[in-house]
């Protein structure tokens, strides 16, 4: 290899690792910011659904409750119950079938009529839980006696006595249409993604394929958790092998979870498809960049070329002339070493820069003003209500001036501890300044964001940050749209509440009240 060779060979390198680094980090960064964003979709929507179905939930059993009420007086008369139970059904649409049973579980009653159940005892765990308890009850979905795979939700009916007469029940046919349809089958996305509801135990009881209706879900991680009450955000695989990016969340009033998702790849396929465009309009540049390196390699490899001549003559007239004249392409060479150097010094700055973006205040470990900035605005994108705390250490200066500069430095750790223990899931700890932290809530008004800020102020008053005696906050409170309108004027009354703690005495909690 000439030197020609080598000078182009690293300047290419030179060139085109920083590029290739620099693309690669971009694909990362916006390949994460689409799989937060999906998963945080799923999650919303996840939610909102499970809400619709609680709700439903909630109102049919008010309608079966209602119904039975007033079958009381109605138990001997089977034309009226037959009335009853077709009135229901077909009145709140909220169930399939409508039974209606004595205390033994004989059918009195049913609509449709198809069914073919009246006089027939029923033998179903259900029926059997519900005579026995006396309760209401939301069964876990099971096969009935007319080969239906049902839920049913059961009301008692009880003389005014208490006496218990029977009971009336509301069927959902888990594989026919039903409310559940209604609810959930229109999804926001038409790309392949797709939700389904299981029950506590992770038996699917709502699902776009029916075949898959009854079948019990193992190895999920968003089952496992929504069936134990959690809500949250994961990656998994479903039952096809896809990986898919899922948002999920309970049912509080019947345990069930309902579990959003979309296909990974789908997800990124915008991300490819930019990142291919990006590529190919690229390449002509790196065409001619080739070209025009190639072009300076053999201007430089001259002047090199022309002192190992002179070294080879060195006994002819002028070499010493040419020599001395070469010692300056030296310093040239010297230049380009520092070119290189600037090069990389850029790509570093570019890493810098992405440093930068990082949201995590480095000593404390809470959110920096960047990460508060940004979760603000999603919360008012989302049109969600939030509480903001504004706190700073009183007499933080005797504390650095008195122990140094280090102890102040753990008594701020030990500050960012002690906000992140009384910090919910969806609260958002952050450091703004030296010894000045807010303490972002979502979803709180003022009144319950002061018993937050009451309750970590006396956590740190009592707290032991040995080597130093004691240390105490002052805590200001506001919110968004409680207190204003204006985001901003949020955040400045809040510190302007702080400040009225201090003059106050410092070590209290004030509340901005907007005037009348």
């Not at 000078?7 to 060139?15: K, M, R």
Request: glycine fraction near 6%; hydrophobic fraction near 45%; charge should be positive.
């Amino acid at each position: 290899m000439d030197l020609r060779k080598l000078i182009l060979a690293l300047a290419l390198l030179g060139a085109f690792i920083p590029f290739a680094k620099t693309l690669h980090a971009s694909y990362q960064v916006q390949r994460q910011q689409l799989l937060d964003s999906t998963l945080e979709s799923n999650l919303a929507y996840a939610t909102k659904l499970a809400k619709s179905t609680d709700d439903f939930v909630q109102s049919a059993q008010l309608q079966l409750d209602y119904t039975a009420q007033l079958l009381v007086d109605e138990m001997d008369d089977p034309a009226r119950l037959d009335t009853e139970a077709a009135r229901l059904r077909l009145t709140s649409k909220s169930f399939n079938s409508i039974v209606i049973f004595d205390n033994t579980g004989k059918v009195l009653a049913t609509s449709p009529e198809t069914l073919q159940l009246q006089g027939k005892v029923l033998a179903s765990a259900a029926v059997r839980e519900s005579i026995r308890t006396r309760q209401p009850l939301i069964s876990r979905p099971y096969l009935s006696a007319a080969g239906n795979f049902i839920v049913l939700m059961v009301s008692p009916i009880r003389d005014p006595r208490g006496g218990f007469l029977g009971a009336i029940g509301g069927a959902i046919h888990l594989q026919k249409e039903n409310i559940l349809d209604r609810l959930l089958g229109q999804h926001f996305y038409h790309d392949g993604s797709y939700l389904y509801v299981v029950d506590s135990e992770g038996r699917i009881i709502y699902h776009p394929d029916l075949s898959r209706i009854g079948k019990v879900v193992a190895g999920n991680q968003a089952v496992d958790d929504v069936t134990r009450g959690g809500s949250g955000t994961a990656s998994i695989v479903n039952s096809k092998g896809k990986v898919m990016l899922a948002g999920y969340a309970p049912v509080a009033a019947t345990g069930w979870g309902v579990i959003a998702q979309r296909p990974r790849d789908v997800t990124l396929a915008p991300l490819t498809s930019l990142m291919r465009t990006v590529f190919v309009k690229t390449l002509p540049l790196a065409l001619v960049t080739v070209l025009l390196l190639w072009w300076c390699a053999r201007i430089i490899a001259h002047p090199l070329r022309m002192l190992a001549y002179g070294a080879r003559n060195m006994d002819q007239p002028g070499t010493s002339q040419r020599i001395r004249s070469v010692r300056s392409w030296y310093f040239e060479s010297r230049e380009l070493k520092k070119a290189m150097l600037l090069g990389i010094g850029l790509f570093q700055k570019s890493i810098s820069k992405l440093r930068e973006d990082v949201n995590t205040d480095p000593l404390t470990g809470l959110g920096n003003r960047r990460h508060l900035q940004a979760r603000v605005q999603e919360l008012q994108e989302r049109a969600t209500p939030f509480a903001v705390v504004s706190l700073d250490i009183d007499h933080f200066k005797r504390v650095n001036d008195t122990w140094g500069h280090d102890v102040g430095d753990l008594v701020l750790k030990q500050l960012a501890m002690h906000m992140q223990d009384i910090s919910r899931v969806d609260d958002a700890p952050c450091r703004v300044g030296g010894e000045e932290f807010v303490l972002l809530l979502p979803g709180a008004s003022v009144a319950s964001a002061a018993q937050v800020a009451e309750r970590l102020r006396l956590q740190i008053e009592r707290a032991n940050m040995a080597p130093v005696d004691r240390v105490t906050v002052s805590l200001g409170v506001s919110a968004w749209p409680e207190s204003s309108q204006d985001i901003a004027t949020v955040f400045k009354t809040a510190d302007e509440m702080l400040y009225v703690a201090k003059r106050g005495g410092r070590n209290r909690v004030e509340i901005y009240t907007p005037p009348a």
